[in-house]
């Protein structure tokens, strides 16, 4: 077991890592006025764990699983559970699920009487690389991702890889492609990736690179808590494309519409010349060992969501792309030239280049 701590402008994180964390860190917020925030799958499987842990003195909202439940009234009817059970401000959240229950929760316990204790224990891949560090929260709004959100710390994050043995192997995929993103950020978890790019599910491949994931976030979270420098951004490698064909397409999950977003992107950055030789190819290998690459009919008419882009700070559709070993690049493109570079990936994909 390790423990990282993410030392952010607003407040400080300890993320405790590793197998048995769980045990070792969720029995203590037993005998504190708890709120448990989780999804329908989540619940089935590990109900008798949070009673054996927490007692049964909890309150509880359990979520339908999945993205559609990141919405604005399940938030205002989790505050007025939270309300009707005479939640104090001293009492704590705890969100025990994936990204979509650590996102709301996140959200509900920041604006609770302006601010409540809060406790990620994250049970998916990527929400244990990613998405339960460095305080984003948000639900989405009218379909388009994380409209309402805001930068809340959790002070604590339990991540224990006991949870993935539940996991479906899709979304151990989708966890591996916040993975891999990392490694297109860090030389160092590159190099890792690549050493074991044939056994990237075993068990303890997984557990150490999700802790170096956590610690490039949390130097990255520390550099940059609200997004608003540069530094933080490049979290975003790939998400531009990943987010559109997330909102267009819908039937995926966000990881792996992050893996496709990707792929169609290192298109983009090698056709510009910033990426390429041995390192893109790797890349391209890595992508396409992990998930199989659709060569979307309407690449066009999905391309118009990358307008809703928070990184968009004009009219054209800004992309961090990979560049070298450790090193990602911005790149800022007309919407129609944007569009017509996807098509173009699109007709190789169909291709078979
Ligand atoms: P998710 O929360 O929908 O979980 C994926 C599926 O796995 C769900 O069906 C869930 O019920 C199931 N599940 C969860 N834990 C399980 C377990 N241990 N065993 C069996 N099944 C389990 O999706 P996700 O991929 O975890 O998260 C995606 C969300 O995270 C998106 O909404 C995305 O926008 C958000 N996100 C947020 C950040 C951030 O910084 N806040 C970063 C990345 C992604
Ligand atoms: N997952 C992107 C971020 O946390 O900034």
Not at 37 to 44: K, R
Not at 49 to 64: E, K, M
């Amino acid at each position: 077991m390790t423990d990282i701590i993410t030392r952010a402008a607003s407040a400080e994180s300890v993320i405790h890592c590793g197998k048995g964390a769980f045990e070792a860190h969720a029995p203590k917020w037993k005998n504190k006025q708890i709120y448990i925030v989780t999804d329908s799958n989540v619940f089935a499987i590990y109900r008798h764990l949070l009673w054996g842990t927490f007692g049964n003195g909890f309150s509880l909202t359990v979520l339908p699983a999945g993205e559609r439940s990141k919405n604005p009234k399940n938030l205002i009817s989790i505050l007025k559970d939270m309300l009707a059970c005479g939640m104090k401000r001293g009492g704590v959240v705890i969100a025990f699920g994936g990204g979509v229950v650590g996102d709301i929760a996140g959200l509900a316990a920041s604006l609770y009487m302006r601010g409540c204790r809060l406790v990620q224990i994250p049970t998916t891949l990527l929400s244990q690389v990613d998405s339960s560090v460095g305080g984003k929260t948000a639900v989405d709004l009218e379909g388009v991702k994380n409209v309402i959100g805001s930068f809340y710390q959790p002070e604590e994050v339990i991540v224990d890889p006991r949870f993935l043995q539940t996991l479906p192997e899709r979304e151990i995929r989708c966890g591996l492609g916040e993975i891999i993103k990392y490694g297109a950020l860090d030389k160092d978890i590159y190099n890792k990736i690549i050493k074991n790019c044939g056994n990237l599910k075993n068990e303890n491949f997984l557990e150490e690179i999700t802790a170096d994931c956590i610690r490039h976030k949390a130097r990255v979270v520390g550099e940059d808590e609200r997004d608003e420098n540069g530094v933080r951004k490049t979290l975003n490698l790939g998400h531009t494309t990943g987010h559109a064909f997330e909102l267009f397409y819908g039937k995926k999950s966000h990881g792996e519409f992050v893996l496709i977003g990707m792929y169609y992107e290192l298109y983009i950055a090698r056709k510009y010349g910033i990426c390429g030789g041995q390192y893109a190819e790797n890349l391209e290998k890595l992508i396409k060992s992990v998930i199989k690459i659709p060569a979307y009919d309407d690449v066009e008419e999905s391309a118009k969501f990358a307008a809703f882009d928070k990184k968009n700070d004009d009219a054209k559709i800004t992309l961090i792309v990979p560049e070298t070993e450790g090193k990602s690049a911005e790149i800022k493109l007309l919407p129609r030239e944007y569009a017509s570079l996807l098509a173009e990936c699109r007709n190789k994909i169909k291709d078979g280049i």
